[in-house]
């Protein structure tokens, strides 16, 4: 079998292989320049480049409000918040192609300020098995809806602190990486890395007993 090598350590089996990476890369790369492209006008004042920024990720910052405010009119709230915010500060914003894990970490802090402002305590209403299959269910369906495959997590949640349940949310519901997150909860990488280990940890230990204790 023929290998193509690029570089030290990098190998394709076939050009195919190879030219489907290179592909994949320059669309990434053609996403990004088109991201850093709008942010920019919307750093001069282009309210139709910022709304084309958002509009690009409405779903992700849906689910994302969602799974702090718990409803619809809610998040949508916590959104248009962040809108207005977005607006008024994207002048702030050093790197361009930063704009989404900044853009989410506003739309957190709003969703924070809105829950903190009407003395709310906000439950998540699905729970992702460990190997995170359950949980790719649960995210890629209907944004806007509810996903069927719930299990239940009341006595399950209570065993995890604030911290833990925001931690996991963030990285497995919404996929976002760690430093993203320790940005988000305002605390270490190491402490949000150890946040999620340890909650998993916990929830892991509660499913099994509660499984073997039906069994």
Known sequence: ??????????????KNELFSMLMTLIGKWGEAMHVVRLVKKAKKGSKKALLQLIMMEKDAYYKLAF??????????????????TLYEKIDQ??????????????????????LQRRKKVVLVDEFIAANGKELGKAVNG???????????????????????????????????????????????????????????????????????GKS
């Open 1 to 14: 079998m023929l290998f193509i090598r690029i570089a030290p350590f990098i190998y394709f089996k076939n």
């Open 67 to 84: 799974t702090y405010m718990g409803n619809e009119h809610d998040a949508m709230d916590a959104m248009a918040e962040m809108i207005v």
């Open 93 to 114: 914003l050093k790197k361009e192609a930063a704009f989404y894990s900044w853009s989410k970490t506003i739309l957190v802090n709003e969703c924070k300020t809105l």
């Open 142 to 212: 209907d944004p806007y809806s509810r996903s069927e495959n719930q299990i239940d997590i009341q006595s399950l949640l209570v065993h995890l602190s604030d911290q833990q349940k925001e931690a996991i949310q963030l990285k497995y519901f919404h996929d976002l990486d760690y430093e993203t997150i320790a940005t988000m909860m305002n605390v270490s990488v190491g402490t949000a890395k150890s946040r999620v280990f340890y909650g998993l940890k916990k929830l892991r230990d509660q499913y099994g007993s509660d499984h073997n």
